[in-house]
Protein backbone atom coordinates (compact mmCIF):
# COMPACT_ATOMS: atom_id res chain seq x y z
CA UNK A 1 0.00 0.00 0.00
CA UNK A 2 1.62 3.11 -0.91
CA UNK A 3 -0.29 6.62 -1.28
CA UNK A 4 -0.84 9.52 1.79
CA UNK A 5 -2.81 8.64 4.33
CA UNK A 6 -5.30 11.25 5.53
CA UNK A 7 -4.81 13.35 8.85
CA UNK A 8 -7.47 15.72 9.46
CA UNK A 9 -5.53 16.79 12.29
CA UNK A 10 -2.38 18.00 10.88
CA UNK A 11 -2.53 21.81 9.42
CA UNK A 12 -0.42 22.94 6.99
CA UNK A 13 2.02 25.04 8.16
CA UNK A 14 2.09 28.05 6.51
CA UNK A 15 -0.10 30.83 5.29
CA UNK A 16 0.85 31.47 1.90
CA UNK A 17 -0.60 30.43 -1.11
CA UNK A 18 0.26 27.07 -2.34
CA UNK A 19 0.08 26.39 -6.39
CA UNK A 20 -0.43 22.80 -8.18
CA UNK A 21 0.33 22.62 -11.69
CA UNK A 22 -1.51 19.94 -13.54
CA UNK A 23 0.56 18.03 -16.20
CA UNK A 24 0.33 15.10 -18.40
CA UNK A 25 -0.32 13.81 -21.80
CA UNK A 26 -3.85 15.63 -23.90
CA UNK A 27 -6.68 13.79 -22.57
CA UNK A 28 -6.06 12.21 -19.60
CA UNK A 29 -8.60 14.37 -17.69
CA UNK A 30 -5.56 17.28 -16.31
CA UNK A 31 -9.16 19.97 -16.78
CA UNK A 32 -11.45 17.18 -15.18
CA UNK A 33 -9.28 17.00 -12.03
CA UNK A 34 -8.07 20.37 -11.89
CA UNK A 35 -12.23 21.30 -11.82
CA UNK A 36 -12.66 18.44 -9.23
CA UNK A 37 -9.79 19.97 -6.69
CA UNK A 38 -11.42 23.55 -7.40
CA UNK A 39 -15.34 21.88 -6.60
CA UNK A 40 -16.65 23.47 -9.63
CA UNK A 41 -16.20 23.46 -13.64
CA UNK A 42 -13.71 26.44 -13.83
CA UNK A 43 -11.33 24.52 -16.84
CA UNK A 44 -12.75 23.18 -19.98
CA UNK A 45 -12.92 19.31 -19.90
CA UNK A 46 -14.42 16.94 -23.04
CA UNK A 47 -13.74 13.87 -24.72
CA UNK A 48 -11.92 14.84 -27.98
CA UNK A 49 -9.22 13.40 -30.73
CA UNK A 50 -7.33 16.57 -30.63
CA UNK A 51 -5.81 18.99 -27.41
CA UNK A 52 -9.03 20.64 -25.68
CA UNK A 53 -6.96 23.19 -23.77
CA UNK A 54 -4.67 25.53 -25.63
CA UNK A 55 -3.27 27.18 -23.02
CA UNK A 56 -2.54 27.43 -19.37
CA UNK A 57 -5.03 28.72 -17.37
CA UNK A 58 -5.39 29.16 -13.59
CA UNK A 59 -7.96 28.76 -11.26
CA UNK A 60 -7.92 29.20 -7.02
CA UNK A 61 -10.24 28.73 -4.33
CA UNK A 62 -9.67 29.04 -0.51
CA UNK A 63 -9.18 26.05 1.76
CA UNK A 64 -10.81 25.26 5.19
CA UNK A 65 -7.87 26.38 6.74
CA UNK A 66 -8.52 29.46 4.89
CA UNK A 67 -5.35 28.88 3.11
CA UNK A 68 -5.29 30.14 -0.63
CA UNK A 69 -4.82 27.29 -3.15
CA UNK A 70 -3.50 28.07 -6.84
CA UNK A 71 -4.61 25.29 -9.56
CA UNK A 72 -2.70 25.59 -12.75
CA UNK A 73 -4.36 23.54 -15.84
CA UNK A 74 -1.80 23.17 -18.96
CA UNK A 75 -2.35 21.80 -22.29
CA UNK A 76 -0.59 18.80 -23.43
CA UNK A 77 2.98 20.20 -23.09
CA UNK A 78 5.03 17.79 -23.79
CA UNK A 79 2.84 15.88 -26.85
CA UNK A 80 5.34 15.25 -29.21
CA UNK A 81 3.16 17.10 -32.08
CA UNK A 82 4.13 20.43 -30.26
CA UNK A 83 6.79 22.51 -31.84
CA UNK A 84 9.58 23.79 -28.92
CA UNK A 85 8.07 27.26 -29.54
CA UNK A 86 4.44 26.13 -28.32
CA UNK A 87 5.72 24.33 -25.13
CA UNK A 88 8.57 26.85 -24.22
CA UNK A 89 5.45 29.34 -24.71
CA UNK A 90 3.52 27.44 -22.00
CA UNK A 91 6.20 26.97 -19.96
CA UNK A 92 7.03 30.46 -19.64
CA UNK A 93 3.09 30.95 -19.29
CA UNK A 94 3.05 28.47 -16.85
CA UNK A 95 6.26 29.74 -14.36
CA UNK A 96 4.69 33.46 -14.74
CA UNK A 97 1.88 32.16 -13.14
CA UNK A 98 3.37 30.60 -10.36
CA UNK A 99 4.61 33.94 -9.10
CA UNK A 100 5.33 31.82 -6.01
CA UNK A 101 6.63 28.77 -6.93
CA UNK A 102 5.22 25.52 -7.58
CA UNK A 103 4.13 23.61 -4.29
CA UNK A 104 3.39 20.08 -6.05
CA UNK A 105 3.49 18.95 -9.85
CA UNK A 106 0.49 16.85 -10.38
CA UNK A 107 1.38 14.36 -13.15
CA UNK A 108 -1.95 13.27 -14.49
CA UNK A 109 -2.55 9.70 -15.68
CA UNK A 110 -5.56 7.77 -16.97
CA UNK A 111 -6.50 4.33 -15.67
CA UNK A 112 -8.46 3.75 -19.26
CA UNK A 113 -5.31 4.29 -21.36
CA UNK A 114 -2.33 2.42 -22.10
CA UNK A 115 0.96 3.80 -20.21
CA UNK A 116 3.08 4.40 -23.70
CA UNK A 117 6.44 5.90 -24.19
CA UNK A 118 4.56 9.07 -24.53
CA UNK A 119 3.58 9.16 -20.33
CA UNK A 120 7.36 8.48 -19.89
CA UNK A 121 8.16 11.51 -21.83
CA UNK A 122 6.22 13.56 -19.21
CA UNK A 123 8.57 12.66 -16.68
CA UNK A 124 11.74 12.90 -19.03
CA UNK A 125 11.23 15.99 -19.95
CA UNK A 126 10.17 17.50 -16.46
CA UNK A 127 13.74 16.00 -15.11
CA UNK A 128 15.32 17.72 -18.34
CA UNK A 129 13.95 20.76 -17.69
CA UNK A 130 13.82 21.45 -13.96
CA UNK A 131 16.60 18.74 -13.12
CA UNK A 132 15.51 15.28 -10.53
CA UNK A 133 14.90 17.71 -7.62
CA UNK A 134 11.26 17.73 -9.06
CA UNK A 135 10.52 14.58 -8.23
CA UNK A 136 10.46 15.40 -4.89
CA UNK A 137 7.41 17.63 -5.94
CA UNK A 138 5.52 15.13 -8.04
CA UNK A 139 2.26 13.37 -7.25
CA UNK A 140 0.90 11.21 -9.90
CA UNK A 141 -2.93 11.19 -10.22
CA UNK A 142 -4.74 8.28 -11.59
CA UNK A 143 -8.23 9.57 -13.62
CA UNK A 144 -10.68 6.95 -14.28
CA UNK A 145 -11.47 5.44 -10.70
CA UNK A 146 -15.27 5.23 -12.08
CA UNK A 147 -13.56 2.47 -14.64
CA UNK A 148 -11.77 1.18 -12.42
CA UNK A 149 -14.42 0.59 -9.73
CA UNK A 150 -16.55 -1.01 -12.93
CA UNK A 151 -14.10 -4.01 -12.91
CA UNK A 152 -14.05 -4.63 -9.45
CA UNK A 153 -10.56 -3.52 -8.89
CA UNK A 154 -8.62 -1.43 -6.80
CA UNK A 155 -5.88 1.05 -7.49
CA UNK A 156 -3.32 -1.48 -5.72
CA UNK A 157 -4.51 -4.18 -8.02
CA UNK A 158 -4.44 -1.92 -10.66
CA UNK A 159 -0.61 -1.28 -10.48
CA UNK A 160 0.69 -4.80 -9.81
CA UNK A 161 0.08 -5.19 -13.26
CA UNK A 162 1.34 -2.52 -14.14
CA UNK A 163 4.86 -2.07 -16.69
CA UNK A 164 7.71 -1.77 -14.85
CA UNK A 165 8.24 1.87 -16.01
CA UNK A 166 4.93 3.18 -14.04
CA UNK A 167 6.41 1.26 -10.99
CA UNK A 168 9.58 2.88 -11.13
CA UNK A 169 8.58 6.79 -11.64
CA UNK A 170 5.88 5.87 -9.22
CA UNK A 171 8.98 4.78 -6.83
CA UNK A 172 10.78 8.07 -8.00
CA UNK A 173 8.39 9.99 -6.47
CA UNK A 174 8.23 8.82 -3.09
CA UNK A 175 5.06 6.63 -4.21
CA UNK A 176 2.41 9.51 -3.84
CA UNK A 177 -0.31 9.00 -5.80
CA UNK A 178 -3.84 9.87 -5.58
CA UNK A 179 -6.83 8.06 -7.69
CA UNK A 180 -9.72 10.31 -8.85
CA UNK A 181 -13.08 9.54 -10.27
CA UNK A 182 -13.82 13.31 -12.03
CA UNK A 183 -17.82 11.75 -12.88
CA UNK A 184 -18.83 10.62 -9.84
CA UNK A 185 -21.39 12.74 -8.21
CA UNK A 186 -21.36 11.62 -4.51
CA UNK A 187 -19.87 14.51 -2.67
CA UNK A 188 -18.63 12.28 0.18
CA UNK A 189 -16.60 10.41 -2.63
CA UNK A 190 -15.88 14.17 -4.04
CA UNK A 191 -14.38 15.59 -0.64
CA UNK A 192 -12.21 12.17 0.34
CA UNK A 193 -10.61 12.55 -3.05
CA UNK A 194 -9.26 15.95 -2.95
CA UNK A 195 -8.72 15.21 1.21
CA UNK A 196 -6.28 13.03 0.00
CA UNK A 197 -4.89 14.78 -2.79
CA UNK A 198 -4.38 17.91 0.06
CA UNK A 199 -2.92 15.03 2.13
CA UNK A 200 -0.26 14.26 -0.76
CA UNK A 201 0.27 17.81 -0.64
CA UNK A 202 1.08 18.03 3.26
CA UNK A 203 3.73 15.23 2.83
CA UNK A 204 5.21 17.03 -0.48
CA UNK A 205 5.94 20.11 2.04
CA UNK A 206 6.56 18.56 4.81
CA UNK A 207 9.52 17.07 2.75
CA UNK A 208 10.55 20.10 1.17
CA UNK A 209 10.71 21.91 4.25
CA UNK A 210 7.66 23.74 3.17
CA UNK A 211 9.60 25.34 0.43
CA UNK A 212 8.21 25.64 -3.48
CA UNK A 213 9.81 24.52 -6.77
CA UNK A 214 12.62 26.46 -8.33
CA UNK A 215 15.46 26.55 -9.80
CA UNK A 216 18.26 28.89 -11.56
CA UNK A 217 15.64 29.10 -15.01
CA UNK A 218 13.36 29.40 -12.97
CA UNK A 219 14.16 32.49 -11.41
CA UNK A 220 15.67 33.75 -14.67
CA UNK A 221 12.61 33.37 -16.42
CA UNK A 222 10.80 35.14 -13.37
CA UNK A 223 13.10 37.84 -13.17
CA UNK A 224 12.69 38.07 -17.52
CA UNK A 225 9.09 38.22 -16.70
CA UNK A 226 9.25 40.77 -13.88
CA UNK A 227 12.08 42.90 -16.19
CA UNK A 228 9.17 42.98 -19.05
CA UNK A 229 6.52 43.73 -16.64
CA UNK A 230 8.20 47.51 -15.66
CA UNK A 231 9.46 47.78 -18.97
CA UNK A 232 5.65 48.03 -19.99
CA UNK A 233 4.54 49.84 -17.36
CA UNK A 234 7.40 52.61 -18.42
CA UNK A 235 6.41 52.40 -21.92
CA UNK A 236 2.50 53.04 -20.81
CA UNK A 237 3.54 55.86 -18.78
CA UNK A 238 5.16 57.47 -21.29
CA UNK A 239 3.14 60.50 -22.92
CA UNK A 240 1.73 59.87 -26.31
CA UNK A 241 2.63 62.53 -28.95
CA UNK A 242 1.89 63.27 -32.05
CA UNK A 243 5.21 61.50 -33.09
CA UNK A 244 5.18 58.23 -30.43
CA UNK A 245 1.33 57.16 -31.47
CA UNK A 246 -0.74 54.31 -29.62
CA UNK A 247 -0.08 52.19 -32.14
CA UNK A 248 3.86 52.63 -32.05
CA UNK A 249 3.41 51.96 -27.91
CA UNK A 250 1.54 48.25 -29.27
CA UNK A 251 4.14 47.73 -31.28
CA UNK A 252 7.25 48.15 -29.01
CA UNK A 253 5.78 45.92 -26.17
CA UNK A 254 4.70 42.72 -28.82
CA UNK A 255 8.13 43.19 -29.85
CA UNK A 256 9.92 43.53 -26.50
CA UNK A 257 7.79 40.35 -25.40
CA UNK A 258 8.72 38.48 -28.73
CA UNK A 259 12.25 39.15 -28.03
CA UNK A 260 12.02 38.15 -24.51
CA UNK A 261 10.17 34.65 -25.64
CA UNK A 262 12.76 34.00 -28.18
CA UNK A 263 15.57 34.25 -25.42
CA UNK A 264 13.36 32.22 -23.19
CA UNK A 265 13.11 29.79 -26.02
CA UNK A 266 17.26 29.34 -27.07
CA UNK A 267 17.16 28.59 -23.41
CA UNK A 268 14.84 25.43 -23.76
CA UNK A 269 15.92 25.01 -27.37
CA UNK A 270 18.53 22.21 -27.03
CA UNK A 271 16.96 20.40 -24.63
CA UNK A 272 13.60 20.56 -26.03
CA UNK A 273 15.84 18.86 -29.35
CA UNK A 274 17.12 16.11 -27.15
CA UNK A 275 13.82 15.56 -25.45
CA UNK A 276 11.89 14.82 -28.75
CA UNK A 277 14.82 12.91 -30.44
CA UNK A 278 14.98 10.74 -27.69
CA UNK A 279 10.93 10.61 -27.63
CA UNK A 280 10.80 10.11 -31.55
CA UNK A 281 13.01 7.35 -31.12
CA UNK A 282 11.39 5.57 -28.32
CA UNK A 283 8.14 5.74 -30.17
CA UNK A 284 9.50 4.23 -33.46
CA UNK A 285 11.36 1.28 -31.23
CA UNK A 286 7.47 1.26 -29.25
CA UNK A 287 5.96 1.46 -32.88
CA UNK A 288 8.20 -1.55 -34.61
CA UNK A 289 8.47 -3.71 -31.08
CA UNK A 290 4.17 -3.86 -31.40
CA UNK A 291 4.30 -4.22 -35.37
CA UNK A 292 6.59 -7.45 -34.40
CA UNK A 293 4.32 -8.67 -31.51
CA UNK A 294 1.50 -8.42 -33.91
CA UNK A 295 3.06 -10.49 -37.01
CA UNK A 296 4.26 -13.04 -34.49
CA UNK A 297 0.45 -12.89 -33.23
CA UNK A 298 -0.47 -12.97 -37.23
CA UNK A 299 2.19 -16.11 -37.58
CA UNK A 300 1.00 -18.15 -34.29
CA UNK A 301 -2.81 -17.44 -35.61
CA UNK A 302 -1.87 -18.50 -38.80
CA UNK A 303 -0.32 -21.55 -38.06
CA UNK A 304 -2.80 -22.29 -35.28
CA UNK A 305 -5.48 -22.15 -37.95
CA UNK A 306 -3.30 -24.47 -40.43
CA UNK A 307 -3.47 -26.63 -37.36
CA UNK A 308 -6.99 -27.08 -36.92
CA UNK A 309 -7.20 -27.21 -40.90
CA UNK A 310 -5.03 -30.60 -40.12
CA UNK A 311 -6.95 -31.73 -37.16
CA UNK A 312 -10.04 -31.19 -39.46
CA UNK A 313 -8.96 -32.90 -42.23
CA UNK A 314 -8.03 -36.20 -39.98
CA UNK A 315 -10.91 -36.26 -38.13
CA UNK A 316 -12.64 -36.58 -41.53
CA UNK A 317 -10.72 -39.46 -42.87
CA UNK A 318 -10.89 -40.57 -39.66
CA UNK A 319 -15.35 -40.37 -39.91
CA UNK A 320 -14.70 -41.63 -44.01
CA UNK A 321 -12.78 -44.66 -42.45
CA UNK A 322 -15.39 -45.26 -40.15
CA UNK A 323 -18.32 -44.82 -42.24
CA UNK A 324 -16.15 -47.53 -45.05
CA UNK A 325 -15.50 -50.08 -42.08
CA UNK A 326 -19.30 -50.13 -40.78
CA UNK A 327 -20.76 -50.29 -44.88
CA UNK A 328 -18.10 -53.27 -44.99
CA UNK A 329 -19.44 -54.69 -41.47
CA UNK A 330 -23.28 -53.93 -42.61
CA UNK A 331 -22.53 -55.50 -46.46
CA UNK A 332 -20.98 -58.43 -44.37
CA UNK A 333 -23.86 -59.00 -42.19
CA UNK A 334 -26.34 -59.15 -44.94
CA UNK A 335 -24.47 -61.58 -46.61
CA UNK A 336 -24.07 -64.04 -44.06
CA UNK A 337 -27.94 -63.02 -43.64
CA UNK A 338 -28.76 -64.00 -46.73
CA UNK A 339 -26.47 -67.07 -46.52
CA UNK A 340 -28.05 -68.16 -43.43
CA UNK A 341 -31.32 -67.84 -45.60
CA UNK A 342 -30.00 -69.50 -48.55
CA UNK A 343 -28.99 -72.31 -46.38
CA UNK A 344 -32.33 -72.42 -44.07
CA UNK A 345 -34.54 -72.70 -47.44
CA UNK A 346 -32.53 -75.34 -48.59
CA UNK A 347 -32.65 -77.43 -45.26
CA UNK A 348 -36.50 -77.07 -45.36
CA UNK A 349 -36.38 -78.37 -48.83
CA UNK A 350 -34.49 -81.32 -47.93
CA UNK A 351 -37.08 -81.88 -45.37
CA UNK A 352 -39.42 -81.72 -47.12
CA UNK A 353 -38.83 -83.84 -50.09
CA UNK A 354 -36.99 -86.79 -47.53
CA UNK A 355 -39.31 -86.59 -44.53
CA UNK A 356 -42.89 -86.14 -46.15
N1 LIG B 1 -14.75 8.03 -16.90
C1 LIG B 1 -13.93 9.04 -16.62
N2 LIG B 1 -13.65 9.96 -17.57
C2 LIG B 1 -12.83 10.97 -17.23
C3 LIG B 1 -12.25 11.13 -15.95
N3 LIG B 1 -11.48 12.23 -15.96
C4 LIG B 1 -11.57 12.76 -17.20
N4 LIG B 1 -12.38 12.02 -17.97
C5 LIG B 1 -12.79 12.26 -19.35
O1 LIG B 1 -11.66 12.32 -20.20
C6 LIG B 1 -11.87 13.21 -21.28
C7 LIG B 1 -10.70 14.21 -21.35
O2 LIG B 1 -10.67 14.97 -20.16
P1 LIG B 1 -9.99 16.42 -20.09
O3 LIG B 1 -10.12 16.86 -18.68
O4 LIG B 1 -10.50 17.31 -21.16
O5 LIG B 1 -8.47 16.00 -20.41
P2 LIG B 1 -7.20 16.97 -20.54
O6 LIG B 1 -6.04 16.20 -20.04
O7 LIG B 1 -7.48 18.26 -19.88
O8 LIG B 1 -7.08 17.13 -22.10
P3 LIG B 1 -6.36 18.33 -22.94
O9 LIG B 1 -6.86 19.61 -22.40
O10 LIG B 1 -6.78 18.08 -24.34
O11 LIG B 1 -4.88 18.14 -22.76
C8 LIG B 1 -13.21 13.89 -20.99
O12 LIG B 1 -14.20 13.27 -21.77
C9 LIG B 1 -13.44 13.64 -19.52
O13 LIG B 1 -14.81 13.59 -19.16
C10 LIG B 1 -12.60 10.14 -14.96
O14 LIG B 1 -12.16 10.16 -13.82
N5 LIG B 1 -13.44 9.13 -15.36
MG1 LIG C 1 -7.51 20.17 -20.62
Known amino acids: ???????????????????????????????????????????????????????????????????????????????SSLDPETIGEQIVRCINMAKDGL??????????????????????SLVALFGTKIYDYVIIVFTGGDELEDDGKSLDDFLRDSPDALKEILCLCGDRRVLFDNKTKDQTKKAGQVQQLLSCVKTVLEKNGGEPYTNEMFTELQKKHKDLQEQTEKIQALKLTKEFTQHDMLVLIEQMRHNQLKLIIEMFESKFKEIQLKLEKLL?????????????????????????????????????????????????????????????????????????
Request: some cysteine; proline content about 1%; charged content about 35%.
Open 1 to 79: MGGCSIDGDRELTSSAALTLVLVGKTGNGKSATGNSIIGSKEFESKRSSSGVTNTSELSTIELEDGRVLNVIDTPGMFD
Open 103 to 124: HAVLVVFSICSRFSEEENAVIS
Open 284 to 356: EEEKSAREKAESNAKEEQKKSKEEIEKLKKKLKEAKEAKEAREAKAKEAKEAKEAKNNEAKKAGKAWYECVIL
